[in-house]
């Protein structure tokens, strides 16, 4: 790490933060089981209000964070909420764009688990595991506009047994919509900025109205051109939330729709044998006679570009529509019965136009269209269209019912979901007189390569106590089972060599059961300022059921490889172990007048990691060939300390600061073929060991100044450790304040905020995608300088 960066930072919490260790108030009200409460568009105008804490401490009985609406829209207006998290302890978020939209590049990893590792819910609802080719849910930013999130809660050890996930090893993440407001409000805000950034939000809330009841329905159009080629970023979204309180309970419904188009980025591919590495690999389009020209006569890219060739163009489109229904019975003073009933569908698409002569392609479309010419086929332009289509319809019910006995709460739960998924991989022609573009869908496939489709049903069942021994003391103890029950099915096979050293994809049924994953953790109440917690607790990760690319098992490329791992592998599991305290105080020490934070340490031990490879020659003879299998490698051990807090001095000023560190190991070596890979002591590269952010800020007057740092340290990029990606510091500025010579009438608070992202425009090595093998990585670069200037009013 780079020390002297680490203590100038570190140092400006001083020793008092040290022996206080850090996060947010023990003396705020219990958020265990509820987002923030919302506030008024007034109070959310002040620029120059209170400075809040970066983050706020939950009371529950893990290491469990929140970021409120105010400070993840400080970042950047229209942020995604898991970017706004970048700014927490232990959290290493990285993609191309500034507002985190983009998925195809992007990369999370906390506590040395990866962004699939994770669990992810929105008002409870669950989202999936985040892979970019999704199967079981969709991204926090499609799920809800940002403007409409009320709070983000990381749990960043093991989250609530309740929560609705399959994948769930390293934490959950926990996205909340915000309520409608009391008074009825008209909110609109516009951002313009650097590459024609034109990002606009209205927002109508309808106040309180008839009995008991509130609702807000917005509207959001947001487009960016891409800072290394002539594409745009750009999306619709509209999101609407009725409320009603009465005597029997609370009624909540929620409507989401997203359609979005993003351009994607190709990574650079790093190795000795690599002579051309450039730092970004820019699209042609829509520069077609370019395109053309690229290409020799038989579709062949220039050999000096090597694996770093240039595509025409690649993208992801993406239409969700999201819906849920929650009713929250009052059954009697101390007993409330949840049940909430969701439908999820997703009409998503990857493409990439790309040149014919690469890859492999001449031989599988000589499969296809054997003795022709391939050119002529594809349109005569040397390129094709290659898409992944998927489809998502799912529906789920949760049920949770709590009650409070003596110094008991109990809570009882169900959540149960069916999953419809498909994934069709196609090939079009791409004509040399009617070129396609990124924002078209591509219709009339010369081939469909293979498609398939998965049922999925998943139960999950939790009981947990939390026992009050006396005032000031806590324990909680329970359990969760998951339950899953997939079935795979290839509608289309392959051809005979469409897929190398494969005849079929495999079909079948996969059941995995697990009854008992415990949880036992204990909350003090130390004084009324200061809390002491700690946790352990089991969770496990069902297999992916996704067909045709990834680490599940309806991606291996025959039956005999799948049939093994149905017969011989287990889940992924986790056990974590973590404590710490919670701590926040008013002070009278010179110029320091606050201080809050929390600390806590962590050990996990991670079991059955999966991992695909090439069969030993026993299992070559079993499932006849040499295929690739997956199956388990072994075990990972990680250690780790995150230490977070804010010091306030008096009303004008406040200091943040967040600095952990992480040692993820691997415990065995393992064998893929006939070479046995070293892995046993390696790091678990992608996953940095030392992390330090900070968020400064001031007010002056009526204009609040935030400046934001994030210390990322070097990432191993393959598993063996052989190379590494370096370092990178990042900084933000951001400024807003109240545009008073606007407000009065019919406007009110008129304010803005500039935001400034990449404040020294550093380049570098933003995120690493890890080698399979020694030797080779790739790598997407940090993004350039650029500003955005937000005008916000309310009417």
């Known amino acids: ?231 745009r970023q750009g999306g619709d979204q509209i999101n609407a939330k009725f409320i009603n309180n009465s005597s029997l309970g609370k009624l909540t419904l929620y409507v989401a729709y997203s359609d979005k188009i993003e351009p994607n980025e190709d990574s650079t591919v790093r190795s000795a044998s690599e002579k051309y590495q450039p730092y970004t690999r820019p699209f042609m389009y829509p520069n077609f006679q370019q395109a053309l020209s690229y290409l020799s006569a038989t579709g062949g890219t220039p050999a000096a570009d090597g694996n770093n060739y240039r595509n025409y163009y690649s993208d992801a489109q993406r239409t969700d529509y999201l819906t849920y229904a929650k009713f929250d019975m009052n059954l009697g003073e101390n007993t409330t019965w949840s049940n909430q009933i969701y439908y999820h569908n997703d009409d998503g698409v990857g493409v990439v136009a790309g040149p014919i002569g690469v890859a492999g392609l001449p031989a599988l479309f000589a499969v296809y269209f054997p003795g022709q010419n391939l050119k002529q086929v594809f349109g005569n332009s040397g390129f094709a269209t290659r898409t992944t289509e998927y489809a998502i319809n799912r529906n789920g019910w949760l049920s949770t019912l709590t009650t409070e006995i003596g110094d008991h709460k109990l809570q009882g739960g169900l959540w149960l979901e069916h999953n419809r998924s498909s994934a069709y991989r196609r090939w079009y022609a791409l004509d040399v007189n009617n070129p396609s573009s990124p924002y078209d869908r591509p219709g009339n496939p010369l081939i469909t390569q293979y498609g398939s489709e998965i049922d999925n049903k998943v139960a999950q069942l939790h009981l947990q106590d939390e026992w009050r021994v006396r005032p000031d ?191 993820s190991k691997y415990d065995n070596n393992y064998v893929s073929g006939k070479d046995t890979v070293l892995t046993s002591g390696k790091k678990v590269p992608g996953s940095p060991e030392w992390m330090d952010k900070f968020v400064a800020t001031a007010n002056v007057a009526d204009t609040e100044f935030q400046l934001i740092g994030d210390y990322v340290g070097k990432r191993y990029a393959t598993y063996t450790n052989d190379l590494e990606v370096s370092s990178y510091f990042l900084t933000s500025l951001s400024v807003s304040g109240k545009l008073p010579f606007l407000n009065g009438g019919w406007l009110k608070n008129a304010r803005y905020r500039l935001n400034i992202t990449n404040l020294t425009d550093r380049k570098g090595d933003l995120n690493v995608v890890v080698g399979a093998a020694s030797g080779t990585y790739n790598t997407f670069p940090i993004a350039p300088r650029q500003g955005f200037l937000t005008l916000m009013a309310d009417f």
């Open 473 to 663: 003391l806590a324990l909680q103890a329970g359990f969760k089972s998951s339950l899953q029950f997939a079935d795979g099915q290839f509608p289309v096979q392959p051809k005979n060599g469409a897929i190398a050293n494969s005849t079929a994809l495999p079909v079948g049924e996969i059941i995995t059961k697990k009854w008992f994953l415990p949880q036992i953790g204990g909350r003090w109440d130390i004084t009324a300022q200061d809390q002491a917690f700690f946790n352990v607790q089991k969770n496990m990760r069902q297999f992916v059921t996704y067909g045709g690319g990834g680490a599940s098992p309806w991606s291996l490329s025959s039956q005999g490889a799948f049939d093994l791992f149905k017969s011989t592998a287990k889940p992924e599991t986790s056990i974590t172990y973590e404590a710490g305290v919670r701590t926040s105080h008013k002070l009278d020490l010179g110029g320091v007048t606050a201080i809050d934070g929390q600390i806590n340490v962590y050990h996990v031990d991670f079991k059955d990691r999966l991992l695909q490879i090439s069969p030993t020659s026993v299992i070559s003879s079993i499932i006849g060939g040499n295929l690739a299998v997956l199956t388990n490698v072994g075990s990972v051990k990680t250690d780790g300390v995150d230490l977070s807090g804010t010091v306030h001095f008096g009303r004008n000023f406040s200091l943040y600061n967040a600095l952990s560190y992480n040692q």
């Open 1 to 231: 790490m780079n020390k002297k960066l680490s203590a100038v930072c570190f140092a400006a919490l001083s020793l008092p933060m040290l022996a206080m260790a850090a996060n947010v108030a023990a003396a705020v009200a219990d958020m265990a089981d509820a987002p923030a409460v919302e506030t008024a568009p007034e109070i959310e105008a002040a620029a120059a209000a209170p400075i809040a804490t970066v983050e706020v401490a939950t009371r529950k009985t893990r290491s469990s964070v929140e970021l409120g609406k105010l400070e993840m829209q400080k970042i950047l207006p229209g942020i995604n909420p898991l970017k706004a998290l970048q700014t927490l302890p232990g959290v290493s978020f990285q993609t191309a764009d500034p507002w985190g939209n983009n998925e195809q590049n992007l990369s999370l990893f906390i506590h040395g688990f990866s962004g699939q590792q994770l669990g992810y819910t929105m008002d409870g609802v669950p989202l999936g595991d985040q892979q970019y080719g999704n199967y079981n849910g969709l991204s926090p930013q499609r799920a809800i506009t940002s403007e409409n999130v009320g709070s983000v809660i990381l749990s960043s050890g093991a989250g609530d047994l309740s929560t609705a996930s399959t994948s769930n090893l390293g934490g959950t993440i926990e996205t909340f919509s915000s309520n409608p407001l009391p008074n009825r409000n008209v909110a609109v805000q516009q951002t313009v900025g650097s590459y024609k950034t034109s990002r606009t939000f209205v927002r109508f809330d309808t106040g309180n109205f008839g009995d008991g009841n509130s609702a807000y329905i917005s509207g959001v159009h947001h487009e960016q051109k891409a800072w290394d080629f002539a594409g």
